[in-house]
């Protein structure tokens, strides 16, 4: 059998201009580099809602993202003719099935992490001003409402603001750096990366050099509850109690899963057989040490925090103030922005060392928002070459950068930029998340089935490949059952923005392409069979799919 992985690689047929294979894995390994910064990302608002047990998430999270990781290594390897990473290699797994699924796995990616250029972006430039302006400066109190969306969740609008054009300034500087093709961006993310990962390095390691931890801050090991006057106090193992867990690992899976996007540049590796399976895992490594050790440290250091100012009622008994707490349930921990004032307080508060500090945070995210920017943009590339995304997105510079995916994730997230909660922004991106991975991982035993006999960089061991299985369904139950723990509208947006991939392919497919996909594509589908598209897992993706969505249906049944 002719191994279609192995054909030559050949030009878009719409562009005259292709991507480079100009890294080998050591280049993804930087530009993937970003991926342990995006625990600021959530830190906070897991930590302020989980309460004691946030640091034993992020140790859960991690390792349920190195287990599905090798499941990840195994596809990554069986295309390297394409770009975009695990989502474009296990469409084609499903598009032998359902091409709408096909789509869906691609876009439900893009959807996933396109909002980490607007939440970095937003983050970085609340760190620039926190640390430049009081709170109460005019620079940080003005805004103009565009749109409200309280429908959504309580005090959700679009706004501009001085958050909004400090970052809407360092989007269009990373989209810079990165029009000049793979390796001038590899090139930028070591020297940046260099700078950006040490003061995370040095938050997760000095605390446990200096003993600056208090055991108190860890345990007992329940969940988060108020009693009825606002004060803290330990909560219950009941249905309320494990919602909190799970919204925390589904929120959490965002960041720790994402070193996923090594493998988005198999298309730009010099050697793909050797490169691809190597970034993943190195990658996963780096992360490790990362997601335990920061979580773990900040919380020591902050503890949980108690009620510094009782909520404020109006003379018809309407709150007018929500109370005020202090440690992790502060509510600029929550959202982010004091994120950067609570970690230089691990190292000191001296001023030149505070200053330093949030230099080397606003890199560590500027490396976060380029490791999405080239993964994203090229998964919108290969999409579009795949015929599953809109033909335009396909259009390639001569320095062999997606030009067009990039100008729309820049667009897209200007407008990202402008919503005034970033936590809901997340959250609802996260249920695309979940879907992309609960695809590809069940992607994984659709290729062998269909696939036995090509050859793989490397065969994920049968207890690991199960236990990505297994990951798969444990993922969408957490969606299900904590997704609405970050407002109520949580699981529905986040379902309404997954859904958008229908339109999509429908205008691709059937106005642009007439109903055919692409000849590249349709060789990859027949895996080697000239005869025709083999189905060899019969039923049994349908039968996977129903499941999972009476699984979700049936959990927010019980909880309703």
């Known amino acids: 059998m002719e191994n279609k992985a192995q054909r030559p690689i050949t030009l878009s047929l719409y562009n005259r201009f292709s991507l480079h294979r100009s890294i080998d894995w050591t280049g993804a390994f930087w530009l993937a580099s970003g991926v342990p910064a995006l625990v600021l990302f959530s830190m906070g608002a897991i930590a302020a809602t989980v309460g004691k047990p946030a640091w034993l998430i992020w140790i859960v999270s991690i390792f349920i993202g190195l287990i599905q990781a090798f499941t990840y290594a195994e596809i990554a390897g069986l295309f390297p003719h394409k770009t975009g990473g695990i989502s474009v290699h296990s469409s084609v797994a499903w598009a032998n ?223 007018i103030q929500p109370a005020q707490y202090d440690g992790m349930l502060a509510a600029d921990i929550y959202s982010g922005m004091g994120i950067a004032n609570a970690l230089y307080g691990i190292l000191g508060n001296s001023g030149i060392m505070v200053d330093m500090f949030v230099v080397m945070l606003v890199l560590a995210l500027m490396l976060s928002i380029m490791t999405t920017m080239s993964g994203s943009s090229r998964t919108l590339y290969q999409g579009s070459i795949d015929g599953l995304l809109p033909k335009y997105l396909s259009q390639v510079n001569q320095h062999g950068a997606p030009t067009s995916a990039m100008w729309t994730n820049l667009i897209v997230n200007l407008m990202l930029l402008s919503l005034s909660d970033y936590v809901f922004l997340l959250a609802a991106s996260c249920v695309s998340y979940i879907i992309f991975n609960f695809l590809t991982l069940n992607a994984g035993w659709i290729h062998r089935i269909d696939r036995p006999d090509w050859k793989r960089c490397y065969r994920t061991p049968k207890v690991l490949f199960i236990a990505g299985i297994v990951m798969a369904f444990f993922n969408i139950t957490f969606m299900a059952l904590g997704a609405n723990i970050w407002g109520s509208g949580t699981l529905m947006s986040g379902l309404i923005l997954a859904s958008l991939s229908i339109p999509l392919f429908c205008w691709r497919h059937y106005l642009i392409d007439k109903g055919q996909l692409p000849q590249s594509m349709q060789e990859d589908i027949q895996a080697g069979n000239t005869a025709g598209t083999p189905r060899k897992a019969g039923r049994w993706p349908y039968l996977v799919l129903l499941f999972s969505v009476l699984l979700v249906g049936g959990i927010q049944f019980v909880i309703d």
Not at 130 to 143: C, F
Not at 154 to 160: D, E, H, K, T, Y
Not at 179 to 189: D, V
């Open 97 to 319: 099935y359902s091409k709408w699924v096909a789509a869906l796995c691609i876009w439900c990616n893009w959807v996933a992490w396109g909002p980490v250029l607007a939440i970095g972006s937003a983050l970085a430039a609340g760190y620039i001003l926190n640390v430049t302006y009081p709170p109460d400066a005019v620079i940080n109190t003005w805004q103009i409402t565009l749109l409200d969306l309280s429908f959504l969740k309580a005090g959700l609008c679009l706004r501009i603001n001085a958050v909004f054009i400090i970052g809407a300034v360092l989007m269009v500087l990373v989209c810079a750096i990165q029009n000049g093709g793979i390796l001038r961006s590899a090139k930028a993310m070591m020297i940046i990366g260099l700078s950006g990962l040490a003061p995370l390095m040095l938050i997760a390691i000095v605390p446990l050099i200096t003993g600056d931890m208090v055991l108190s801050n860890f345990y007992p090991l329940a969940p988060l509850a108020y009693d009825s006057d606002g004060y803290v106090i330990p909560g219950v193992w009941d249905i309320k109690g494990w919602s909190l867990v799970a919204g925390a690992l589904f929120i959490a899976a965002w960041s720790t899963y994402g070193f996923e996007t090594a493998v988005c540049y198999t298309r730009e590796f010099k050697d793909p057989s050797r490169d691809t399976y190597r970034a993943i895992l190195y990658s996963g490594l780096l992360c490790l040490f990362a997601f335990v050790l920061i979580p773990f440290t900040f919380q020591g250091h902050m503890g949980l925090g108690q009620m510094i100012e009782p909520q404020h009622f109006n003379a018809a008994g309407e709150v």
